[in-house]
Each structure stands twice: as C-alpha cells, then as structure tokens.
C-alpha cells in the first residue's frame, strides 16, 4: 500500500545512517589495530551510498505495463495518463560496505614493537579520527532528518484515520 | 454510479480527494530524497501536481457531452502528477543537490497540507451526513 511504502523509504534511510555509524564506531575503536585476521593493520570500513532501484516491486511493473484498454493497432491512443498511486517514485537508500585500503598509513619508529617491521617502523591503520567524528556528526544528523520525515508520514496515516 | 455523481461528485470532496492524493506522493519524493541525503550522485526529485489540482477546481470552456463510450473526452483529461528532476545546479555538499533544509521545509509544508486536506474532507463528510439525517453529529 502506497501509504506504508513511505515508512519503507525513510526506514532504508535509517538503516543506512545506523550502518554507517557502526563503521564510524569500527574505525575509531580500530585506530590503533596492526594486527587482523587477513594480516596487516586494520583497513578503514567506508559505508557507500546507493539510490535503491527505482522499479523493485512486481506490482509496480504490472500497473505499469497494464493498460485498461487493449490496443490492436500501434495507432490507437492510449487510454490516459496513470492514477496518482501508480507513479512510482524511487525507494529508497542501499548501503555497501567497502574497506578501504590505506594511503597514507600512520607510521610509528617503535622497534620493540611485536609488529615492528625491520627498519623499525610500525604501519598503523590510515583512520583520522578528526575525520571520523565529522562523519559521525553528519551521520547523526541524517538520521535525525529521517527520523522526524518517518515521524511526520506517521502523523499523517494517524490523521486520515480520522476523516 | 448515479448516486456518487449527484451526492458526491458536486461536493468539494473528490478535489480533497486528490489533495490527500497528492500530498501522500508528495511526501514520498521527500522522503526518497531525505534518505539519500549522503548519497554521492543522486538527484533529487520532485512532483509537479499543480495542473492536476487545477483541474478539479476550474470549470472547463467547453465540456462535451459523452454518448457514447468510444467519444473522446472533451476536454481531454488532465495529466496526473509527474515526479520529475528539477534543474538545480547548487551542489554545496559535493555529493548531490538535495537541499536538507528545503527538504524539511517541503515536509513541513506538505504535512500541513495533508492536514488541511483531511480537516476539509471530514468537514465534507460531517455536511452530507448533516444533510442526510437532518440532524448533527
């Protein structure tokens, strides 16, 4: 139903924003990792945002494609323009994970470290934190916005219940 | 059904009808827009509903008469609302053109307008039962 598919919309926009604050608390709380299951220091996790597909429902295709008249002939005019529930707008935010691999990695002369290379050195993972909390800000506030459009789709379905 | 064109039809509520309509897909474009907010990339939508209104208000010039169901409407029908990309050059953030604080205004506004719509249909309603049984509420 066209009402409950813009909880949908703003839902996938709170899952994106929660998943890309879970990498942020992964990178910060991995800040000082050098050693991994993949070996190596700790790659930084970058949430990427998608547009979700625009036509992902069957129901949507078929109202589309299903015209209430049958045209025989390439001729003929189409019946008229599609009812307002039946335009589909898009749905939503997907997320994809990616793990970045380091540019620039923090280098520390520590050669009593057990992950020390031979020169002395120890490769930390590339994470700025300063970095991390601006996203981590801009996330919060993203989701805040989505929060308070869900609230408002919400109000509504409440008041057309009072018609 | 000849009872819905003489009780329902002449009223303001198939108009209110098409507002509720209206602003419900409008609130989905903003809400499609709100969620890709930090989506590199995305353009933001938007609805263009204003002729579809209009034709629900305005009385046509010339509105012919259908004998026949193979006649062409005269006038032909109005368009539905179309969900289109506006050409919005402003890039701030680097990522996309969704403006958050015009979307939250947008939000704000269609809301009121939702709820302007659905005061005016209950009011509609309490009308014609009014006018039905004689007596209030």
Redesign the interface.
């Given at each position: 139903m066209q009402i409950f598919d813009t909880l949908d919309i703003s839902a996938t926009g709170l899952t994106a924003q929660r998943r890309k604050m879970t990498a942020i608390a992964s990178n910060i709380a991995n800040v000082d990792t050098t050693r991994t299951d993949e070996g190596g220091p700790y790659k930084r996790r970058r949430m990427v945002m998608l547009e979700a597909p625009k036509l992902t429902k069957f129901s949507a295709m078929l109202e589309q494609n299903r015209s209430r008249l049958t045209r025989t002939q390439g001729g003929h005019m189409l019946e008229g323009e599609p009812r307002p529930d039946e335009i589909f707008t898009g749905s939503g935010v997907m997320t994809q994970e990616v793990r970045e691999e380091p540019i620039k990695p923090r280098m520390v002369y520590d050669p009593n470290h057990p992950d020390a290379r031979e020169d002395g050195y120890v490769v930390f993972p590339d994470v700025n934190v300063v970095t991390e909390m601006v996203d981590m800000i801009a996330s919060s506030r993203a989701y805040e916005a989505n929060a308070t459009v869900l609230s408002a789709a919400k109000d509504m379905i409440n008041r057309s219940l009072e018609i | 059904m000849f009872l819905d064109r003489v009780v329902f039809n002449k009223t303001k509520i198939p108009a209110l009808n098409?507002v509720?309509?209206?602003?419900?897909?409008r609130?989905?474009?903003?809400?499609?827009n709100?969620?890709?907010?930090?989506?590199?990339g995305?353009r933001k939508?938007d609805l263009r509903f204003q002729e579809?209104l209009d034709s629900f208000v305005k009385k046509p010039a010339v509105e012919g008469i259908r004998t026949d169901p193979r006649h062409?409407p005269v006038p032909m029908?109005v368009?539905?609302?179309?969900?289109f990309e506006p050409e919005s050059g402003l890039n701030d953030t680097g990522l996309n053109n969704v403006d958050?604080d015009k979307?939250?205004t947008d939000?704000?506004e269609n809301?009121l307008h939702?709820?302007v719509g659905?005061r005016l249909?209950?009011g509609g309603?309490d009308g014609l039962r009014k006018a039905i049984t004689g007596r209030t509420a």
């Open positions: - | 098409a509720l309509d209206v602003t419900q897909l609130q989905r474009v903003i809400s499609n709100i969620a890709n907010v930090s989506t590199a995305y939508q579809y062409l029908p368009s539905a609302p179309t969900v958050i979307e939250m939000l704000a809301h939702f709820n659905a249909l209950s309603f």
